[in-house]
Structures are given as C-alpha cells and as structure tokens.
C-alpha cells in the first residue's frame, strides 16, 4: 500500500519518472471547455479529440458513466478521460458527481496503471465543476489505488 502524495504544481506536468497516467473527470454529455479540462488541452489536443469522438460514436462503443479512454499523448504519457460527471448542472437530485461511476472509473484505472507499470497525476478530481468533496473521493482512490500499490499524487494549483 502506498499514500497518496499531495504537491503544488501543474496536475497537467507531472513530477514522474518512468510511466505516468493524468486522471481526471468527465461529463457525459459530450461536453469539454471548462475546468482542468482547458489546462489539459492547451497542452496537448488529442485528449479532447478522442473525447468528441468518444462521445459521437456513444451508440457502438462504451462511452457512459464509469467508463475511461485512454489518450496517449507522450511515449511515457497518458490522460484518463474518466466518465464520473452526469450531466454539468447541479439538480434537485445534486451535484453532477456520480461517485459510484468514479469508483468504476478508477478500477479501470488502478488495472491499466498496473499493467503499464504507470504513477497516477491528477488534480483534485470531481471536486470542481462536478461539484463531489474531496473527502469521498480521496477515499475511492485510496481503496482503488493506493491500497494496490499504485503511486498517487495530486496536485494543488499555486
């Protein structure tokens, strides 16, 4: 079991050596323009890409909650477009955070970080837009990740 390590810093260059994953959260709508989300594509444009067209060809493949794509943007680097967010408004139901979705989300996680021999980056995942407190998210990515072994930072913004 290992801890997840906090740092200040940019969630989108991470503080890895050998193979990194960057996580973070995603709508399902299709959506991609706000949040962390514009940090990540102005620094690479494949994630967003793949996202779109994730999104438009919804009817054949598995795009929905708890489902991740996998964007390789480096050698050593992938982002996880992780489905977790239903819908982008709160309701009289809640906040779009759909905890359940996430912790599907970072199963398939946790299982692609291990095979690629992979440390995990993300910033506060779903606590944003998505509206989720940290409290229960940290958990999910300690019982998912963490608790196999996997290296977990996150980062705060400066």
């Given at each position: 079991?290992?801890?997840?390590?906090?740092?200040?810093?940019?969630a989108?260059?991470?503080?890895?050596?050998?193979?990194?994953?960057?996580?973070?959260?995603?709508?399902d709508?299709?959506?991609w323009?706000?949040?962390?989300?514009?940090?990540?594509?102005?620094?690479?444009?494949?994630?967003?890409?793949?996202?779109?067209?994730?999104?438009?060809?919804?009817?054949?493949?598995?795009?929905?909650?708890?489902?991740?794509?996998?964007?390789?943007?480096?050698?050593?680097?992938?982002?996880?477009?992780?489905?977790?967010?239903?819908?982008?408004?709160?309701?009289?139901?809640g906040?779009?955070?759909?905890?359940?979705?996430?912790?599907?989300?970072?199963?398939?996680?946790?299982?692609?970080?291990?095979?690629?021999?992979?440390?995990?980056?993300?910033?506060?995942?779903?606590?944003?837009?998505?509206g989720?407190?940290?409290?229960r998210?940290?958990?999910?990515?300690?019982?998912?990740?963490?608790?196999?072994?996997?290296?977990?930072?996150?980062?705060?913004?400066?």
């Amino acid at each position: 079991m290992t801890e997840i390590v906090y740092e200040t810093g940019d969630a989108t260059a991470p503080s890895a050596i050998g193979s990194a994953i960057i996580a973070h959260i995603c709508n399902d709508l299709g959506r991609w323009g706000k949040g962390f989300v514009i940090a990540v594509s102005a620094r690479w444009p494949q994630p967003e890409r793949a996202y779109r067209d994730w999104y438009k060809q919804r009817d054949s493949n598995a795009f929905g909650l708890g489902s991740v794509q996998f964007v390789r943007v480096a050698s050593d680097l992938h982002v996880a477009n992780m489905i977790g967010q239903h819908g982008i408004r709160s309701s009289a139901g809640g906040p779009p955070i759909r905890y359940d979705a996430v912790d599907q989300s970072l199963e398939k996680l946790a299982d692609f970080a291990a095979v690629s021999n992979a440390s995990v980056h993300m910033p506060r995942i779903g606590c944003g837009l998505a509206g989720g407190t940290w409290d229960r998210i940290e958990r999910l990515i300690h019982d998912r990740l963490s608790s196999r072994g996997i290296s977990v930072v996150v980062y705060d913004p400066e």
